[in-house]
């Protein structure tokens, strides 16, 4: 073969020259499409006021991150994360439609403890919002659809559609997130009535109630935690699913339940919110007082931040630049969530661009904080006229492109390393069952239940009879139910066992799983004689499933032990509803059977309602979305985007002799029934805007005619003008614009500004 100098002493020098260049040129592209290796980012921690006794370091940064909205830590203890570039790129949120999301891989490659390689594992995304590592592979969001994909280490091998209606409708900042693997081995969703779970070669996706906004967690027991914007800490008082199996009952007091005992903020600064001119939204100061973009609740289960914190409930606040603290506090079955601190918060930032949207139990016990470091965090379908302004007085829409990970850890803990957990076997796994540390024992049962290896059934079956560890025990129960092999057998030994009401609990709830169905035999005696063995333990976790259970069992011995238990504890009303979501069908019966003078009225009315739901057909519980929609104001603007924005700009200043401004017009915040008519019939001459006149060299065409625009488009349209351009929250109704359209359907000049007069 010849050498490339001999080869080039038969060519010219100006080939030679292109050649050189050309391998050059080539050598600068083949390396910068390497993955970075080595790159450098701003560590410092100064802006953050931390408590005392704590530390927080930067574990990842831009340039290795660009808008992050979610991560999932894999068996290495690597970062994926979901990138949303393309979500309010600029005030104007502009091309809101491009394909620009990503899962990105981020690798501490020298063990320093920050990230410094990022490698894009998927890329071309639509607005994902939701990852989570399941069943040996990835899961993710993409526009609508939520998907899985098998890994060979970073590679993807193969994609399975796992919902095509993950998003069924709604804001971004409305669409499901948070993707949780819990307890019971469902997967549930914030923003979601969908679970999911694998199982027998297949994706399962059954209803489950919708929960809060943005954000998910679970506590040891496995009850979810959420909230929205408003309210900080919202909790289901039982394990999911539990008290809607009675698809005619209206559940009110188990679940959705607003625990916090305070929204109130306090920031460093001044904060720039959506409706800061309403009266009590800030203080003398210009701070936010209470939370209006409250997002991921985390119920903290790590060790990282010493004692006292273990299921705390930590909560972001973007819009305050904070995190918050809750202490949770139970008492007779009921949770509440007490500020942990009088006038100050756990984590203050002095910078407004720290946006904290997402925390995490971190594999090493700290907690994690995922930052989407965004000046604009407000969709531009939701901004106000204020909000725009204050932005724009900021510099806050300048500020993109970037995104940061911290990790807090109490300052004796700052050395802790997180497990390899990539090639543990299945004994290894089933010993970390029982470890201190709830990330590990939530993973180690995860990962036996992906693995499907029954050779493991002993190991678990011995770990559940030891009660001196009821978590240990509590998991172990569920991963045998992830591997279908509880058994009859081990379930009346446990009964036997002096056990800790977290299991006994769980005992009731396993009974259901047993293969045989409780008929009159001897394991339906045993079960009743463990049942009347519960009642007296007069535990209200007991005693909500005992009242569950009890209704779904046949027999007047059932039947008798139910009305006893619901006497015993009349005031308790998570029982009562757990009573009638497991007597679906059987209401009459169980109404029949409660004495006569019994002090239960409010039992009774509810048993009722749901007899009178059952016969008129009128089902309260969730159900499985069947198509899409779009939420009123994304809607809107959407087609103001199409139809108004390149006369009247996306900023709804106008354009000179092409259109007026809507911003501030009394035509958009005034008369609802004016700003109808101008839109369905259009406008011609000049116009007065907020006393300045404007000579248009363009008529404004009405839309009444265009076959495209239903009269629910335009109530949309008009809907986001009032949000984004006025102070008006006056509601406009699509039956408002057919009432119009119906009473100017023979009309077809345009108005003129003296006409509009009459309906101001």
Request: aromatic letters at 10%; charged letters at 20%.
């Amino acid at each position: 073969m010849q050498s490339t100098s001999s080869f080039t002493r038969y060519l010219p020098l100006r080939s030679i020259l292109f050649l050189y260049t050309l391998l050059f040129s080539l050598l600068i592209l083949i390396s910068a499409c390497q993955p970075p290796t080595d790159i450098p980012f701003d560590t410092s921690t100064d802006e953050f006021i931390l408590k005392p006794g704590f530390a927080i370091q930067t574990v990842a940064a831009e340039p290795l991150l660009d808008s992050p909205m979610a991560f999932s830590f894999d068996k290495k203890g690597r970062i994926w994360v979901v990138e949303l570039p393309g979500y309010m790129r600029d005030i104007d949120g502009s091309e809101q439609q491009r394909p620009d999301g990503k899962v990105v891989l981020l690798e501490d490659t020298n063990q320093d403890g920050y990230m410094d390689k990022r490698s894009v594992i998927l890329d071309q995304l639509e607005a994902p919002r939701a990852i989570l590592h399941a069943y040996g592979g990835l899961m993710y969001s993409d526009g609508t659809e939520l998907w899985w994909a098998r890994l060979d280490d970073t590679r993807v091998t193969e994609k399975v559609l796992v919902d095509s209606l993950y998003v069924v409708g709604g804001n971004i900042e409305h669409q499901p997130n948070g993707l949780l693997y819990n307890l019971d081995n469902w997967i549930y969703s914030a923003k979601s009535n969908a679970r999911y779970r694998y199982q027998g070669g297949q994706w399962l996706r059954e209803a489950t109630t919708s929960r809060g906004q943005w954000g998910l967690s679970n506590d040891t027991q496995g009850r979810l935690y959420y909230n929205n914007n408003s309210v900080s800490v919202m909790a289901d008082l039982m394990m999911p699913n539990l008290l809607i199996q009675n698809p005619y009952q209206k559940v009110k007091k188990g679940l959705k339940q607003n625990i916090g005992t305070s929204n109130r903020l306090y920031a460093y600064q001044a904060t720039a919110v959506n409706r800061g001119y309403q009266d009590g939204v800030l203080d003398e100061e210009g701070k936010i007082k209470n939370f209006t973009s409250a997002c991921s609740p985390l119920v903290f289960t790590g060790d990282g931040l010493g004692e006292g914190f273990h299921q705390d409930v930590f909560v972001c606040g973007p819009e305050g630049n904070l995190v918050k603290r809750y202490h949770l506090q139970e008492k007779e079955g009921l949770t509440q969530a007490v500020p942990a601190y009088d006038s100050t918060e756990f984590l203050v930032s002095k910078e407004e661009t720290f946006r904290p949207v997402n925390l995490y139990n971190g594999p090493d016990g700290a907690l994690y904080i995922l930052d989407l470091r965004k000046g604009v965090i407000q969709h531009r379908a939701y901004m106000t006229s204020y909000l725009r302004k204050q932005i724009l007085n900021r510099g806050l829409d300048s500020i993109n492109g970037l995104g940061r990970i911290y990790r807090v850890v109490a300052e004796e803990h700052l050395e802790a390393k997180a497990r390899d957990f990539s090639q543990m076997s299945t004994t290894e796994l089933s010993d970390l069952l029982a470890s201190q540390l709830a990330y590990e024992r939530n993973f180690a049962q995860q990962e036996l239940v992906y693995r499907q290896e029954k050779s493991i059934v002993p190991l678990l079956e011995a770990l559940a009879l030891q009660s001196d560890q009821p978590y240990a025990q509590l998991h172990a129960l569920w991963t045998l139910e992830g591997l279908d092999a509880f058994s009859e057998s081990l379930w009346l030994q446990m009964i036997e066992m002096d056990n800790e009401p977290l299991i006994v609990a769980q005992l009731i709830r396993f009974s259901g799983f047993l293969a045989k169905a409780p008929t009159e035999s001897d394991l339906l005696a045993q079960q009743m004689a463990f049942f009347q063995k519960a009642v007296r333990a007069d535990h209200p976790l007991v005693l909500r499933h005992l009242a569950l259970r009890l209704g779904q069992i046949p027999g007047e011995e059932a039947l008798a032990l139910l009305v006893e238990l619901i006497g015993q504890r009349p005031g308790d009303p998570v029982l009562r509803e757990a009573a009638i979501s497991g007597i679906g069908g059987q209401e009459a019966r169980v109404f029949a059977a409660l004495p006569a003078n019994a002090p239960l009225p409010t039992f009774q009315n509810q048993l009722q309602q749901v007899m009178i739901n059952r016969k008129a057909g009128e089902k309260k519980g969730p159900k499985l979305a069947q198509q899409t929609y779009k939420d009123n104001r994304t809607a809107g603007f959407n087609l103001f985007n199409t139809y108004c924005s390149s006369c009247h700009g996306l900023d709804g200043m106008g354009k000179d002799q092409l259109a007026p401004p809507l911003l501030n017009s009394e035509y958009v915040g005034g008369s609802k029934d004016r700003l109808i008519l101008l839109t369905l019939n259009g406008l011609y001459g000049p116009i007065t805007v907020n006393g300045k006149r404007y000579e248009m060299n363009a008529v404004m065409p009405g839309i009444k005619n265009n076959p495209e625009l239903s009269d629910k488009d335009i109530a949309d349209l008009l809907i986001f003008l009032r949000n984004s351009f006025s102070f008006s929250s006056t509601y406009i109704s699509e039956a408002d614009v057919a009432r119009w359209r119906v009473a100017t359907r023979d009309r077809e000049e345009l108005f003129t500004e003296e006409e509009l007069k009459q309906y101001e």
